[in-house]
Structure formats: C-alpha cells, structure tokens
C-alpha cells in the first residue's frame, strides 16, 4: 500500500488549522444576521465602481448573484474577466480553481478576490498535483506514457492545467470535452491513450455517447492504489484512462429517480450535466452543460415539464425565471454545492469593504511558471477546430 500525501484540509489555499472551518478572515467578518448587509453591499460596490467587477457562477446563492457584473460558468467567467483589462479588483462568486483561471487570464496588475477561501472543489482537490505526477511515471515504468495524452477538465486546480501544458495535453469544459478528446486521440498515432483528470464521468459519457468507445476501453485510475489498482493487461487494453474523481453534487442523481419521476410526471423531460453518472447520462433525455441547460429551458414551450439533474441553486433560479413551465429537482434531497456556498453576503461584504479601505483579502495568486504551462493548456483548448454543438 502506498501512502498519501493528503493535506488534512485540502480546500483553498492559506488554511489555519486552528479556525473551525479552516481558514481565517482577518479583520471583522459581518454577521450574517445583519440587517443592513445588502446596504453594505451595495454601497462597497458603488464606492469602487469601475475599478471593481464581480464574477458570479451560475450555482452561487442568490444572496451573492445580485451583486454580479456578469454570471456564466467557470470558463466563460474567466474570459469575462479577461475582457476586462481595466477592473482593477475582480471579485470571483465562485470557488478557488475558477478564481486561479481568473488569474491566469488576467492581467499582472489585476488581483482576482475569492471572498472565502474555504471555497474550494471537492472534485478539483481529487486531484493533487503529487498523485498525478505519481500516476505519470507509473505509466512511464508500465511502457504507456508515449501514448498518453492528459486531457484535464477546467474543474481542476492550475498545478494539473499546467501539467497537461507541459506534457502535451489540453484543457476541456463540458461544452467542449468531445472536440478536446477527438484532438487528443490524434495526437500519438492509433495507439492513443487519454488521461482524464479529475471527473471520471465526464471523461466516460463524452468518450462512450459522443466518440463511441466501448465501456471496457474506459478503465479508472485509482491513485491511492499501486498502479491506479490497474494491471498491466487493463492498462495495456484501455483507451480512457479515468482519474478516479467526480463531482460530489452531480454524483448523487441517480437512475431511479428518473424512473419515479417518470411515473409520476407525464410527458416528462430530464435534462442533465455531463458530470452526472453514466447511468443517468443514459437514461436523460438531453445532456449538456450549465450553460447548455440553461439555454434548453429558456427555448422549452410553456408548460413543458423538466426535471434537471444539476446544482439546486441554479434549478431553483430556473424554476423562478419560469414560471409557466414545470420545473424540478432531479433528487430526492437537498443537493447545494457546500463549498460554492461558502460565498455568502457576509465574506462578500467583508472583502468589498477590505478593498475600499484599500486592504486586499483572499488574493489568488498563480506563480508565474505554472501559470505560462496552464496557459499552454488552455491555449491549445482555445485552437481546438470549430465548437461544440453543446455549446
Ligand atoms: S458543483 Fe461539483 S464540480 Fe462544481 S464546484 Fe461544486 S463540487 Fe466542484
């Protein structure tokens, strides 16, 4: 058995292990029963005007998403903050991967704030940059590595971007995860083999559904076992080499449910994100990213039903904004993302108001060399031939 180097808190950067939730706020963090919080808010935001742009992910609460400039998924948020050279501070609504993505495609001189550092990824954190490099020279001594091309979904932290750059991989979405592997199956001749980090998911459903492999070219990648738990004759077999992570909010929607609903709910349609299992993926009718789903109910007739395997607080905004369509949860159970919750009105406010006394909080801050090998990554994203038609 190998041992692993994970850190006891891995979320965020900067943690203290001695606050109850791992990290610290410096200074005075409002509290969240106070009623003039949206006053503050408001007033934070009016005092740093143009100098301030805040980015709001579609699954952040609706406390925070008023305040947004623009709301979008990670990679659309991180262009949007690109085409603002002039925003001097860029708030990101959001959690710590996306704000590293801000920062990569940013400007030097622009600062991108996550209000709460505790805002971190369980499927990113699935993913640490040691295991990787493990897996890598592991596939090295098994005589594969030649073939291999590393794709990594955005959902990662940059180390993982930045390896991909530097080995010949690519970066993906979920808008874009078909035309990114079709590239990287070209890369290293017939034999190609793609490792996919860190949503096993995700690699699995584009790999089966969009480029036709079959389930047992897809193997996974366990990086607490020796050799990913793989032996030399699956390893040997195997097209998809899936990093065993997955997104702990997607990953709970589960087959029956569609069944039950189904049951229940006439003329029912079910609508959900790659990252869901492949069981699910299966048996929805539509699959496509935040965006794409997004876009599938603003186009949906009025009183069609719906029921969306995603993040609750975007079905919820859906649900809100349509009101002559039928829309639900795809789970039996409350399923919000924990860490993009984390962004709340107080950690909003207590870093807008840092930053009008001029003391900046929260900085993501990228290092220059991984920063130019993630560019590479995301680079080669941006040149992949024409679009999804999820997109
Ligand atoms: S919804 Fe899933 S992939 Fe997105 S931030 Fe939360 S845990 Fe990560």
Same mark, same amino acid.
């Given at each position: 058995m190998t041992t692993v180097? @994970?850190?006891l808190l891995p979320l965020g950067r900067g943690t203290d292990a001695l606050s109850e939730r791992g990290v610290d706020c410096p200074g005075d963090l409002p509290a969240p029963s106070d009623p003039d919080l949206v006053a503050r808010a408001r007033a934070a935001k009016e005092k740093l005007g143009d100098r301030l742009f805040v980015l709001g992910h579609h699954y952040q609460r609706d406390e925070v998403i008023? /305040? %947004?400039?623009?709301? =979008?998924?990670? /990679?659309k948020l991180a262009r949007d903050a690109a085409a603002r050279p002039d925003a !001097?501070? +860029?708030v990101f609504c959001g959690v710590h991967f996306m704000a590293e993505s801000a920062d990569i495609l940013t400007g030097p001189d622009q600062k991108v704030i996550l209000p709460d550092l505790a805002a971190g990824c369980s499927m990113a954190d699935m993913a640490r940059i040691a295991q990787v490099e493990r897996a890598w020279e592991a596939l090295a001594a098994a005589g594969v590595q030649d073939v291999v091309v590393p794709v990594t979904y955005m959902n990662s932290s940059a180390d993982i971007k930045a390896f991909c750059g530097r080995n010949g991989g $690519? $970066?993906?979405t979920s808008s874009n995860a078909e035309v990114a592997l079709d590239w990287a *199956?070209?890369?290293? =001749? !017939?034999?190609?083999? $793609? @490792? *996919?980090l860190p949503d096993q998911h995700l690699g699995r459903n584009t790999a089966v559904l969009q480029l036709g492999y079959s389930l047992d070219e897809c193997v996974v990648w366990n990086p607490l076992l020796p050799n990913g738990g793989l032996s030399a004759e699956e390893l040997a077999g195997a097209r998809m080499i899936l990093w065993k992570g997955h997104c702990s909010v997607h990953g709970r929607f589960s087959a029956d449910v569609i069944d039950e609903l189904r049951a229940k709910v006439e003329d029912l349609n079910v609508l959900v994100h790659p990252e869901c299992q492949h069981e699910v993926v299966l048996k929805a009718d539509l699959v496509g990213s935040t965006e794409f789903i997004i876009k599938t109910i603003e186009a949906a007739p009025a009183g069609s039903s719906w029921a969306i395997g995603t993040e609750l607080n975007l079905v919820q905004r859906l649900a809100n904004a349509h009101p002559d369509k039928n829309i639900m949860f795809l789970?039996?159970?409350v399923c919000y993302c924990s860490t993009m919750n984390? +962004?709340?009105l107080p950690h909003f $406010?207590? %870093?807008l108001e840092n930053l009008v006394e001029g003391v900046v909080v929260n900085q993501i801050e990228v290092d220059p060399q991984t920063e130019a090998d993630a560019l590479t990554a995301l680079q080669r994203m941006l040149d992949l031939p024409g679009k999804s038609h999820r997109d």
């Open positions: 180097d @994970l850190p008023q /305040f %947004a400039d623009v709301t =979008g998924d990670s /990679f !001097e501070y +860029i $690519v $970066v993906c *199956f070209q890369q290293r =001749g !017939e034999d190609t083999k $793609v @490792l *996919f789970d039996r159970n984390r +962004i709340d $406010v207590w %870093a």
